[in-house]
Every structure is written in structure tokens, then in C-alpha cells.
């Protein structure tokens, strides 16, 4: 072979996430440079550190053991790797709870979890996918105790447990504000930013209407109760 293409994805990663002792990145660019028909599209996948026992096995996304040896190429739970969500567009967020990680997707949320009984590890692990509804803006995600709370192209959306223990989305503005929430230009929609106020027990989230005019001060703020469920 005379040459070999580029292949390169510009920039790195824009998401960052601490989950089962490692570190996990995400939220790459889908934009593929000089590539070749088998070239990975970086904006599905999930990169994960090795166990963190110094800083520097914080970038280490690959196994310890070398793969092309004889005696040693076999992978192991601590190691470090990649994880390919199929179907995901663009990653948004991250967001570990207890023994699960979610990926908040532009067209759908999954869930990262250890295979069998134990804990997530290099060897052990599976991915399910948990709702169609997607997030379309990183500051948008709030984490209150064991909940998630986002923004998406269809509404406002909690991350909960059902009676059933199982992990649900469902929508907070659906049977609210969704009239009011449809009304928002996208552009209010992808620039919000959320936060939790632990005093009042509420949910703010702040968002520009008036960005393409000259006035860029007009700012409003979408409440929800936690403790009512209401905004």
C-alpha cells in the first residue's frame, strides 16, 4: 500500500463521566476526515478508562495485556475500552446512578449496567436501550438523588424507577406545559440550563427568548416542584 488515508475525527471528547472507578468519555464528533469505508463513526461510542489506581490510567482506554501476544492477550475485568451504542446519533450527557450509567442521546437514552450480578467491568457488561425520547441539550441535565431530569425535541423528561424497579422515561410536560414548551424556538430549547435548588426543593431552568434579536437579556425560568410534580 502506497499511502494510507488520514482517517481522523476532529476534536475529542465533549462529554465526562466518573462511573465504577473509572472514567468515561463520549459525545464525539460524527465528522470523518480522509476516511475509509470501514472508518468508526465516533459520535455512537463510549470510550472507558482502565481501573483508576493512578491519574494516569484515567486516558488508558485500552487492555493492559498486549493482544497480539501469546501468553498474555487475553482481556480482564479492569481493563479499559470502547463501547458502541448501536442506533445512538450525538451523546449529550452522561450520567451515573448507583450501578447503572446512562447515555443521554439525541435520539434516545440507554442504560450501561454490569451483565450479571456484580458490577460493570471490561468483560461483564450490557446495554439496553430504556426510551426513544432523546435530550438535545447538555446544561439541560439536572440529577436530583436517584432521578434525572432533561430537555429534549419532544418535552421535558424524568429518569425514574417504576414500582416495578424498573428505569422509565417519562415526560413532565406532557399533560403541563407542552403547548408552552412546543411555542419555544429550538434554539431556547438547546441553550437552556438547569440546576436544582436543594432549599426550595425545585428544579430551575433558565432560557433565553430573545436571542436572535438585538435584546439578548430577555431571560426566562421554567420551574418544577419536585415535592408537588408540577410546574
Not at 481522523?8 to 471528547?13: D, F, Q
Not at 462511573?19 to 464528533?29: D, K, L, T
Not at 440507554?110 to 447538555?138: E, H, L, P, Q
Request: charged share 20%; net charge negative; glycine share 10%.
Amino acid at each position: 500500500i502506497a499511502t494510507l488515508p488520514a482517517d481522523i475525527t476532529s476534536g475529542g471528547a465533549s462529554v465526562v463521566e466518573d462511573f465504577a472507578g473509572r472514567i468515561f468519555y463520549a459525545g464525539f464528533s460524527g465528522d470523518l476526515t480522509d476516511a475509509s469505508t470501514n472508518s468508526p463513526v465516533l459520535s455512537s461510542f463510549v470510550l472507558f478508562s482502565q481501573v483508576i489506581k493512578s491519574k494516569e490510567d484515567a486516558i488508558k482506554c485500552y487492555q493492559r495485556g498486549d493482544p497480539t501476544s501469546r501468553e498474555n492477550s487475553d482481556l480482564v475485568d479492569t481493563d479499559g475500552g470502547f463501547i458502541r451504542i448501536s442506533g445512538a446519533k450525538r451523546i449529550y450527557a452522561l450520567v451515573g446512578l448507583s450501578s447503572d450509567l446512562f447515555v443521554l442521546a439525541d435520539n434516545g437514552v440507554w442504560k450501561i449496567a454490569g451483565g450479571s450480578d456484580y458490577g460493570f467491568s471490561a468483560t461483564n457488561y450490557a446495554v439496553t436501550r430504556i426510551s426513544s425520547f432523546g435530550c438535545n441539550n447538555s446544561q439541560s441535565v439536572v440529577v436530583v438523588n436517584d432521578r434525572i431530569f432533561f430537555w429534549g425535541k419532544e418535552g421535558i423528561f424524568g429518569i425514574t424507577k417504576n414500582q416495578f424497579g424498573e428505569w422509565i422515561v417519562d415526560s413532565l410536560s406532557a399533560s403541563t406545559t407542552q403547548t408552552y414548551y412546543d411555542s419555544l424556538e429550538t434554539t431556547d430549547q438547546e441553550t437552556a440550563v438547569g440546576f436544582y435548588d436543594q432549599f426550595d426543593k425545585k428544579i430551575r431552568w433558565l432560557f433565553n427568548t430573545d436571542f436572535d434579536r438585538s435584546n439578548v437579556n430577555v431571560v426566562r425560568e421554567l420551574v418544577f416542584d419536585i415535592q408537588l410534580g408540577a410546574f
